[in-house]
T-cell receptor, first 118, second 114 residues
Framework: DAGVIQSPRHEVTEMGQEVTLRCKPI?????LFWYRQTMMRGLELLIY????????DSGMPEDRFSAKMPNASFSTLKIQPSEPRDSAVYFC????????????????FGPGTRLTVL | AQSVAQPEDQVNVAEGNPLTVKCTYS??????LFWYVQYPNRGLQFLLK??????LVKGSYGFEAEFNKSQTSFHLKKPSALVSDSALYFC????????????FGSGTRLQVQP
């Protein structure tokens, strides 16, 4: 498997512009997570989906952020309008719930998208 | 609420020496504990996890971690460090039920000197 795929790898945009980050999870995985990494705040969860349904979006900073998962193989994270404080590395991760007693689910991360908002 | 503490921002060790990267956690119930490694400009790579069973967990690249329930710790160890082990290491925790997302520590930078 190719692993979690994210695009673009780098994005430079100007304040006020719309930014769309994309993620393709590992085939067969039923959970998808969006994280953000900054020097100040470390790794923080933004939102996660189970079977394409958003489960917890309490980490989404504000209404400027939105995420969708239209099908099991694709998710987007959109920022509109973008601001300089949104500059960070955004990671997508996916995991598989193996089921049964004592199951565990390891999250596998994509390479990240480095976003710079000028 | 669950939390993870990595008390050392950086750990320096000479190549060939044993290394330890510390992690303590707080969570309701029995924890699921993870270690990830991040190389420059790369995503996080899974190293190992503890779910249940033997307190000593072996993972990738010769790393292991010891779960200590009484001390609520999950320290990462390796008997003999390599220069190539130099990277950023994250400990993460989640409760066995409820919220699926991991809570990460702030990370520890491991520097292995030749």
């Amino acid at each position: 498997d190719a692993g979690v795929i994210q695009s673009p790898r780098h994005e430079v945009t100007e304040m006020g512009q719309e930014v769309t980050l994309r993620c393709k999870p590992i085939s067969g995985h039923d959970y998808l997570f969006w994280y953000r990494q900054t020097m100040m705040r470390g790794l923080e969860l933004l939102i996660y989906f189970n079977n394409n349904v958003p489960i917890d979006d309490s980490g989404m900073p504000e209404d400027r952020f939105s995420a969708k998962m239209p099908n099991a193989s694709f998710s987007t994270l959109k920022i509109q309008p973008s601001e300089p404080r949104d500059s960070a590395v955004y990671f997508c991760a996916s995991s598989y719930t193996s089921g049964g007693a004592g199951f565990t689910d390891t999250q596998y991360f994509g390479p990240g998208t480095r976003l710079t908002v000028l | 609420a669950q939390s993870v503490a990595q008390p050392e921002d950086q750990v320096n060790v000479a190549e060939g020496n044993p290394l330890t990267v510390k992690c303590t956690y707080s969570v309701s119930g029995n924890p699921y504990l993870f270690w990830y490694v991040q190389y420059p400009n790369r995503g996080l790579q899974f190293l190992l996890k503890y779910i249940t069973g033997d307190n000593l967990v072996k993972g990738s690249y010769g790393f292991e971690a010891e779960f200590n329930k009484s001390q609520t710790s999950f320290h990462l160890k390796k008997p003999s460090a390599l220069v190539s082990d130099s990277a950023l290491y994250f400990c993460a925790v989640r409760a066995p039920t409820g919220r699926r997302a991991l809570t990460f520590g702030s990370g520890t930078r491991l520097q292995v000197q030749p």
